[in-house]
């Protein structure tokens, strides 16, 4: 039913760290879907793990990109513009923060931390924004980026991601209310606890997982399928009038007030 929704177009997805992070699930999808792919990766060993899964999809395009290096963003994005001119949609999977400070209290957030998770996990969407809209002004295109609930509830052991992913979702907006006079829509996606080695890093995944997938109305959390279904749907022309959105895939985990009655 998809198969041509992105027919004719192309993209670049970021932050595929392996054939089970979210971001590999978009670009399944997307591929699926009729897009042609381009990827960046960030060092050789996520290089190597990727060239694989970028060639079973028919992409030879990969380029080793740093999002805290300007120069490095530049490269990536001059080397895409030379293979592609225009491109119709950019994929943002990118977060960070040390392990270490994902446990214990937020209070003890140390301030290195703190700008090390904001820079590569929202101002980074910024800075790709900034060079994506060159390409996409004329044609319009779609940007989306990934958060999660732990934006606008507490998670625990979520701690300083959660200020990220809410800087990110207000950085979203923002974009979309910038970029949309060039026909350029801005989203995010905010699946549900799933497992990925992003995820892994969250003390207590495993507990969060079960007691989502317990207790969400679908009794289910968020498959790759289905977020990677959300993003065709924002980078297709169906999508055209959504920007601004934070889509939730979460079963609809979101909407609980307390857990199902079978799990209090």
């Known amino acids: 039913m998809m198969s041509d929704l992105l027919k004719g177009k192309r993209g670049l997805i970021m932050g595929v760290a392996n054939d089970r992070s979210i971001a590999w699930g978009i670009a399944k999808a997307m591929h699926e879907a009729g897009a042609e792919l381009a990827f960046t990766y960030q060092g050789e060993a996520f290089g190597k793990r990727l060239e694989p899964l970028a060639a079973s999809i028919g992409s030879d395009f990969m380029v080793d990109t740093d999002v805290t290096d300007d120069a490095s963003l530049d490269r990536a994005f001059s080397e895409l513009a030379a293979r592609w001119p225009t491109i119709d949609f950019l994929v943002h999977a990118i977060a960070f923060s040390d392990k270490s400070e994902l446990t214990g209290r937020f209070?003890?957030?140390?301030?290195?931390?703190?700008?090390?998770?904001?820079?590569?996990?929202?101002?980074?969407?910024?800075?790709?924004?900034r060079r994506a809209h060159p390409m996409m002004k004329e044609n319009?295109?779609?940007?989306?980026?990934l958060t999660y609930q732990g934006s606008n509830r507490v998670v625990p052991s979520y701690n300083v991601m959660g200020v990220a992913k809410a800087a990110l979702e207000s950085a979203t907006r923002y974009l979309a209310n910038d970029l949309g006079p060039d026909g350029?829509?801005?989203?995010?996606?905010?699946?549900?606890?799933?497992?990925?080695?992003?995820?892994?890093?969250?003390?207590?995944?495993?507990?969060?997982?079960?007691?989502?997938?317990q207790n969400a109305p679908m009794r289910s959390n968020a498959t790759l399928e289905a977020v990677g279904g959300t993003a065709v749907y924002l980078a297709s022309d169906a999508g055209i009038c959504t920007t601004g959105e934070i889509i939730r895939v979460d079963g609809g985990f979101h909407v609980l007030g307390m857990p199902q009655p079978d799990h209090m």
Do not use: Q, W
Request: include cysteine.
């Open 184 to 213: 350029i829509r801005v989203n995010a996606v905010s699946p549900g606890p799933m497992k990925t080695l992003a995820g892994a890093a969250i003390g207590g995944a495993r507990k969060t997982y079960k007691f989502c997938d």
């Open 140 to 145: 319009g295109g779609s940007l989306i980026t």
């Open 107 to 129: 209070l003890n957030t140390s301030r290195a931390n703190f700008k090390n998770s904001m820079d590569i996990s929202v101002y980074s969407f910024i800075e790709v924004a």
